[in-house]
């Protein structure tokens, strides 16, 4: 036989040991590789063109897989906000100024050490940069002209203060005002009640009295109660209103009296009727008086024991209730000297002593909604249960206000 028959008839022989050997010493799932490898010699070897190939050719290099990349997550960095935002570090008009100093910082009538001071600003008052009276520059010798925030104008000089950003100014003045809203009682659920509020003294200006000096207390409480329950009195007769809540307080007081000599209206020498404000709105009004306007309105009243409890389930049945109070009470070390002012209830407003205000509202946490029209922030209040007690301690008395009767 010819050397290219021997190769032919061994071929098929050679074939199935190389594959036999590939399945025992191979992986399954490399089998097929293999065995292609081996079946290319086998055929090249049929040919004469290979060499033999290795009965137990090894098993094709493992695939080398790249390890995974872990990529660490960066923290987040979070810059903190800066305290006094950037500045030019130019003094110009219209910039704003912090003393630094801390024995604070004279303001001067010129722009010299020699000059008069016209006051001393502490550490850490806000300075506003404006023109001299003359037009002149701002800055001059080392000083600068600058205006408190209260208008007082001058010159301070430069090492004494320090340029900071509007910005700053802003958050400043937010700040103040927070704290200042703290110390009146002043609050988000408080501002709710602004429309129905009323300050006696204001309104007392709103009907032609310039000083604003009354006792409409009582008047202008039983207002905002009616207000607040949606009532509305009626004009007074022969009088034409404005339509302002001078006009209505008095409206209050009108219906609310039993006599002409406290109805706050008096007649002129034309005859015509005419609001007596100062003499006879400076009579003290009760509860008889409050009963009495709120028939007018057609309203109904219920009476209140005078303390938080007892109030709190009047507002929750939806009524408003007009609440009698003290700011002033004898004092402790000396009983029978002049009375001092309470430390545990809101602040006193307009001088008050025995006064009324309008109870109008609760909040979620239990904390009671007070309109007193007396008060120097001009604003209903929110004031505590304690609070509210301290009020009423040494002249306690309480009134419901309610729509009209339903069957």
Known sequence: ????????????????????????????????????????????????????????????????????????????????????????????????????????????????????????????????????????????????????????????????????????????????????RAENHQTEAADAYQGIYVNQFDAEKQVGDQYGRNANCGPASTLMALRNEGLTLPPIPDVTSSGTAGDEVQAARYWGSSNTGSDGVTTNDAGETVYALGEENSLYTGFKNVRNAVTAAGGTCEDVAPDSASIKKAIESGMSVVVSGNFVEPSAEDPEGAPVLKGDTWEQGGGAEEHLVAVVGMTPEGNFIVCDPASVCRTPIEVTAGELDAFMRGNAGAIGIAGPATE
């Open 1 to 180: 036989m010819s050397t290219d028959g021997i190769r032919r008839a061994l071929g098929p022989l050679l074939r199935t040991v190389a594959n036999t050997a590939v399945e025992k010493a191979v992986a399954p799932p490399l089998q097929s590789a293999a065995k292609a490898v081996t079946n290319f010699a086998v055929s090249s070897f049929e040919r004469g063109r290979a060499p033999l190939v290795a009965l137990n050719p090894p098993p094709p290099p493992p695939v080398v897989m790249a390890p995974p990349v872990i990529v660490q997550a960066q923290p987040t960095v979070v810059t903190p906000p800066v305290s006094t935002p950037q500045v030019d570090g130019k003094l110009e008009a219209g910039d704003w100024l912090s003393v630094t100093e801390k024995d604070g910082a004279n303001q001067r009538q010129k722009p010299t050490t020699k000059s008069g001071i016209n006051t001393t600003f502490t550490e850490g008052t806000l300075l506003k940069i404006v023109p001299p009276p003359d037009n002149g520059a701002v800055s001059q010798e080392g000083f600068v002209y600058v205006e408190s925030r209260s208008g007082q104008q001058g010159w301070v000089h430069e090492s004494l203060v320090g340029e900071v950003s509007e910005e700053f100014v802003n958050q400043v003045q937010a700040d103040e005002l927070a704290k200042k």
